[in-house]
């Protein structure tokens, strides 16, 4: 089954059927997703500025990672959530749609950065500043602000390709 | 002049024609629009949160304010400007757009709240700087910046779903 035709069948089910026709629900959901996606990108610019070397350095950059890691898987899961409810509600709107799966290579790009250069610091010990990381540690902080702000147009132009 | 005259007259203006005829135009400042807005939220709900009492990457109340409120303004200023640069593309819509109205009052009653707090409770902060939990009035300015901003965010979507114009 091609993804043109499982698309076609997703939207004529009765649950597909269902959010689309409930008034409230597409715009509630979009809310939420733009409400998780404000959560992440202030997560994720505390702590890549951070990394940078250019916000809070006064504080040891793991304690601030640890502070704002589980924000930022909190608000992926409440994205991945809301996203697939508008991928039922509309998926011809997504899945045929290159500027979709551009965004979602880009969201595993940046989740895959912030598991190998965060995620390490959770294990180091609370007083440290984790200072034998690599010294790709400060583009990658800086890329990956940039993977954000592309994600959320990638995003916004979902609407209009 | 009446305002309508004033909302046809920005809609006729050379800025209002170059974003309606130029077709990336309008979705590309609507992308800068929520790249606003998401810094504004996620850097004010840092903030707020600690103001409930949930801990930040620092102690000191104090400090955290300082140094996020500059990334607050600016990106509030950057959904300001590219707020209006939207309402210019449409201004009679928008105007008559009942969320619209509502979103512009509640970004108004967020700002009360902020001014209220910091000429009060904000005044007093070497006191409770590093208190948990901080004072019932901090906590009250906080869950009331949160609510009012999760409403725009929401107010906000839905003139999307309402406004009389659609691209």
């Known amino acids: 089954m091609s993804i043109q035709t499982f698309g076609q069948w997703l939207y004529t089910t009765p649950v597909a059927a269902t959010i689309r026709e409930t008034v409230w629900i597409i715009p509630t959901v979009q809310a939420v997703h733009i409400l998780s996606i404000a959560v992440l990108v202030g997560s994720a610019l505390v702590s890549n500025l951070r990394l940078a070397g250019v916000f809070a350095a006064d504080e040891a950059s793991p304690a601030v990672i640890r502070r704002y890691l589980p924000r930022m898987w909190s608000a992926l899961g409440i994205l991945l959530l809301t996203g697939l409810v508008l991928i039922v509600a509309e998926p011809g709107r997504t899945l045929n749609n290159a500027v979709f799966w551009t965004k979602m290579a880009l969201v595993l790009i940046a989740f895959v950065l912030t598991l190998v250069f965060q995620k390490p610091l959770l294990q180091s010990p609370p007083g440290g500043n984790g200072s034998d990381r690599s010294a790709m540690t400060k583009p990658v902080a800086w890329l990956s602000l940039a993977l954000w702000t592309v994600v959320i147009f990638c995003g916004r132009f979902i609407a209009y390709t | ?167």
């Open chain 2, 1 to 167: 002049m009446s305002l309508q005259t004033i909302l046809q007259s920005i809609q006729n203006s050379g800025l209002s024609l170059w974003i309606r005829q130029n077709p990336a135009i309008f979705p590309i400042i609507e992308s800068l629009h929520v790249v606003a807005i998401t810094l504004v939220f996620g850097t004010i709900m840092i903030v707020d949160l600690r103001l409930l009492g949930f801990a930040s990457h620092r102690r000191g109340a104090n400090k955290l304010i300082a140094e996020l409120l500059p990334f607050t303004w600016g990106a509030f200023i950057l959904a300001v400007a590219t707020g209006c640069l939207l309402f210019t593309a449409n201004a009679p819509a928008y105007a008559n757009n009942t969320q619209f109205r509502l979103k512009l009052v509640v970004i108004l009653a967020a700002g009360i709240n902020m001014a209220v707090f910091h000429v009060t409770t904000h005044r007093r902060i070497a006191a409770w700087d590093t208190v948990m939990p901080p004072p019932t009035a901090a906590r009250v300015a906080g869950v009331t910046s949160l609510l009012l901003w999760v409403a725009v965010i929401y107010i906000g979507r839905w003139i999307g779903f309402t406004l009389d114009i659609l691209f």
